[in-house]
């Protein structure tokens, strides 16, 4: 048997939409694999009565078909389903790692990325990278259809989860299919400065570079509360705050110092929408881990 953990994620970073990636270092989900002649798939933890065991419907099913690799699959979820802390993504990470270990198939992390992502098409239609690559290779990562760029930035954060689901698949439904060439410049130039805040470890600078002028705005309208929560966490001192993924988490950017304090205004301004949630006091982390063999 094969066990291993792969962390939550935080994709897009609002400048970067299908490229920014984060890993969280928490929550995580963690899956056990063993051989078999057939894939079958159980599902324990946070919203396990809504994930598929089915191999055709769940991703770690399509991990397991694009290596070759049938085996019991046991998903333990720490990351809930359609949170936009890449739930989806941790198991398909998981999976993707822990099945090229059982089957001794020798690919290289950056090489499960696009397998990984192979999953994250059976959920949302299509095998964007942006959660995977981190989930597999940690920190700061830049997904392009080059390839992926890792940074192993260490930069404080709050991820706070309310109590709505909001679907990929729905969240991508909204997604302008144009922009302004304004929008392109100010985009461009704060995703270069996120970048560069990302490399030089500096939340002020990372802070400043989410801000996002064309996906974000119509993601934040299924988001019950978010303009509330984003100015309470600005004012508790985030250097910045955006939609994590594809919704409903909100993700806020800060100094260690502030971390706490920003975690509590974003609840204090989620539960004054009347919307229960939870806050991750976290930080840019590492990829997956075998823990177990
Ligand atoms: N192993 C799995 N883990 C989580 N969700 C799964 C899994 N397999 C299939 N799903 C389905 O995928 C959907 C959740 O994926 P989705 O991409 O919407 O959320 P997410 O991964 O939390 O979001 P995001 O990618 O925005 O961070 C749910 O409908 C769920 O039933
Ligand atoms: N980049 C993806 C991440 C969510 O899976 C999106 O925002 O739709």
């Known amino acids: 048997m094969v066990t291993v953990r792969a962390p939550a994620t935080s994709a897009n970073l609002g400048s970067g939409f299908d490229v920014f990636g984060v890993a ?31 191999p055709d419907r769940n991703v770690v099913g399509a991990v397991a078909e694009a ?3 049938p085996a019991h699959i046991r998903i333990d979820k720490g990351v809930r389903p359609s949170s936009g802390l890449g739930s989806s993504a941790a198991s398909s990470a998981a999976a993707a790692l822990a099945l090229n270990e059982l089957y001794d198939r020798g690919l290289s992390r950056e090489e499960l990325v696009p397998v990984a992502a192979e999953g994250e098409a059976v959920v949302s239609g299509e095998a964007h990278a942006d959660n995977v690559a981190p989930a597999l290779l940690g920190g700061f990562t830049v997904a392009t259809d080059e390839g992926v760029t890792t940074v192993d930035a260490d930069i404080p954060l709050v991820a706070c989860l309310p109590e709505i689901a909001v679907s990929t698949r729905d969240a991508r439904r909204v997604v302008p299919s144009d922009a302004s060439i304004e929008d392109m410049v100010h985009t461009v130039g704060r995703a270069a400065t996120l970048a560069v805040g990302m490399c030089r470890r500096d939340a002020d600078l990372v802070g400043a570079g989410m801000d996002d002028r064309v996906v974000t705005p119509a993601r934040a309208e299924l988001i019950n509360g978010y303009h509330e929560v984003r100015e309470a966490a600005l004012d508790a001192g985030a250097t910045g705050v955006t939609v994590s993924g594809a919704g409903p988490s909100v993700l806020g950017v800060c100094q260690a110092a502030d971390r706490t304090r920003v975690a509590g205004a974003m609840l204090e301004a989620f539960d004054e929408a009347d919307v229960d949630a939870r806050a991750y006091k976290t930080r840019v982390g590492r990829g997956a881990e075998v823990f177990e063999s």
């Open 24 to 54: 969280l270092d928490r929550p995580a989900d963690i899956v056990h694999v063993e051989r078999a002649d057939r894939t079958t798939i159980e599902v324990t933890g946070v919203g396990s009565q809504y994930i598929p065991t089915d």
């Open 67 to 69: 290596l070759d690799a």
